[in-house]
């Protein structure tokens, strides 16, 4: 199924010496067309596959949503309901007003039947069983029981899920830059497929638990690859547009989802559909190409060169017009084919590994790194937190959340414009301070208005949804190859901290209410002062090593 992989043949000392600088890589790129055939198809199948992938991670806001439910009483028997009262109206009576779901009237009983409740009967807890009406959907919360007394449980499937997101982002990083980014991404695929066609089937929730964290893990590890596959097949002049085009995926698969989880009410047949797309992107894997820049940072350049040849064949680039920079000396396309002798090689001299660790090595890589984790973090909760609080601000439910959806995809095209205009690290900066602001407004309005405090949160979530979709890239174009993903792993790590703070912040708008919004806007104001600290990325070959990076400072 995978291409055969092709090693030198000769330990040279002169190709073990050599340095292959990011402006060699980008001419080896530039020279095989920025934006022909192969990349067409290339970034095609990547969104496609990346549409399945995202399908997989949200199917659990529809797989753990709660189901109307009715509370048994005591010794219930269903032969003495009244002849008029069919068994879910009559439970309907027994639940008392209000939004006490988990308490439920002592019926009494006289004669042959059962008599309706008087308005004074005495309230039980719902803990004689329980009859969840399935009969428009059903979820995990219907088949394992996760309300009331067991509602934490809902709440601890959905910490582990974002567990799983935590390991994911560390163990596919490190993985992904020692054993290559194709690799990985076939065994994120296969996990992501395996893992959530078992929970499926699963009669205990212990193990659903698991699986949904492993699924998580595998889905962070696709997202992750993915992403850097697309950004190290990008010249400089095409890096912003890659980006902005990727992450405008979010957005319309929630539309896709929603019609999804529609047409298909029950969560087994729902998660399965949804859990054997991905089969697609498993299928069509072999397809996909190795990352050059990290061949080449591997020091594994036979391959580097065999990739490169493809492109130049399906780009239709004639032969003589393209330069190598594999060796000091500039060689020509012919010359270095026909020294070549592809099927007598050996194994390239081993390169250092690197780890998550090495981002802290020194005192100016490890305030990047803290840096931007801080800026994911803030991100990651202020994202989170205002769309969750969106559904309990005044208005219709519905029509709040998906304004908070909607307005995500303007947000990433305004960004992409101010990318375009400014440089890469204003815009955010500015989207954050901008949202942060607008956070804190909110709070204090005119009481009894409802359109002017819904019309600045949805500016603050115009404004985190334009930074966080630009954090990706500026993160990825300041890193060097070596440790680019893991960089993005530690970094997506911090936003999932984030994401599992928000809605504790939230809850503390019980003693007050206007914390929560001027907690995360004060965060974010913050957070876009310090980025105006990193070094602008824009219009610069991505580094190659951390030699690269700490030229920049010069």
Not at 6 to 15: D, R, S
Request: charged share 15%; proline share 5%.
């Amino acid at each position: 199924m995978a291409e055969s992989i092709i090693h030198p043949v000769e330990a040279n000392k002169e190709l073990e010496d050599t340095h292959i600088s990011e402006k060699g890589i980008i001419q080896l790129l530039e020279k095989c067309s920025v934006f022909g055939p192969y990349q067409r198809r290339l970034y095609t199948y990547i969104l496609v596959s990346k549409i399945f992938s995202v399908i997989t991670a949200m199917s659990i806001t529809f797989s753990t949503g709660n189901v109307p439910f009715l509370c048994y009483p005591p010794n219930f028997n269903a032969s003495t309901i009244p002849a008029n009262l069919t068994e879910n109206e009559y439970l309907q009576m027994l639940r008392p007003d209000g939004d006490d779901q988990c308490s439920v009237y002592n019926n009494s009983f006289t004669g042959t039947y059962y008599t309706t409740p008087p308005s004074n009967s005495s309230k039980l807890q719902c803990s004689y069983g329980r009859k969840f009406l399935t009969e428009e959907f059903s979820t995990i919360v219907s088949e394992f029981d996760l309300v009331c007394e067991r509602k934490w449980l809902k709440s601890t499937l959905q910490s582990v899920y974002f567990a799983g997101y935590l390991c994911g982002c560390i163990v596919f990083g490190i993985l992904s830059d020692r054993f290559g980014r194709k690799t990985m991404l076939l065994w994120a695929l296969i996990f992501v497929t395996v893992c959530g066609l078992g929970k499926i089937f699963v009669p205990l929730l212990a193990i659903l638990m698991i699986l949904y964290s492993l699924q998580a893990l595998s889905h962070i590890g696709t997202s992750i690859t993915f992403y850097t596959i697309m950004l190290e097949f990008a010249t400089t002049n095409s890096r912003t547009v890659v980006n902005f085009g990727y992450m405008c995926i979010f957005t319309s698969v929630s539309m896709i989802l929603s019609g999804l989880a529609y047409a298909i009410p029950d969560w087994h047949y729902f998660e399965l559909t949804v859990c054997l797309l991905p089969m697609i992107s498993v299928c069509g894997w072999r397809f996909i190409p190795e990352s050059p820049r990290w061949l080449i940072g591997r020091k594994r350049f036979a391959e580097a060169k065999i990739i490169l040849r493809k492109m130049i064949k399906q780009n239709k680039i004639h032969p003589q017009e393209w330069i190598v920079f594999f060796t000091n000396d500039v060689k020509s396309f012919e010359q270095i084919d026909s020294q070549d002798n592809l099927d007598d090689e050996r194994k390239s001299p081993r390169e250092k590994n690197y780890t998550f660790i090495d981002l802290f090595k020194t005192f100016y890589l490890a305030s990047i790194t803290i840096n931007i984790c801080f800026s994911w973090f803030v991100m990651s909760m202020v994202y989170y937190g205002i769309t969750l609080n969106s559904v309990d601000m005044a208005g219709n439910r519905s029509i709040n959340f998906l304004v908070m959806l909607a307005v995500e995809l303007p947000a990433s095209l305004c960004c992409y414009y101010l990318f375009i205009r400014f440089g890469h690290r204003k815009p955010i900066s500015f989207f954050m301070m901008f949202s942060g602001l607008c956070c804190i407004v909110s709070n204090f309005t005119t009481e009894g208005s409802f359109w002017f405090p819904l019309m600045l949160v949805v500016l603050g979530k115009f404004g985190i949804t334009a930074a966080f979709n630009a954090i990706y890239l500026l993160t990825a174009e300041i890193f060097p190859t070596v440790v680019r993903t893991n960089a993005l792993g530690v970094a997506s790590m911090a936003a999932r901290f984030g994401s599992i703070f928000a809605p504790f912040i939230l809850q503390l708008s019980s003693y007050a209410k206007w914390f929560p919004l001027s907690f995360y806007g004060i965060l974010s104001v913050i957070s876009g002062s310090l980025l105006l600290l990193l070094p602008e990325p824009k219009d610069k070959n991505l580094p190659q090593t951390f030699e690269d990076l700490n030229n920049w400072k010069t």
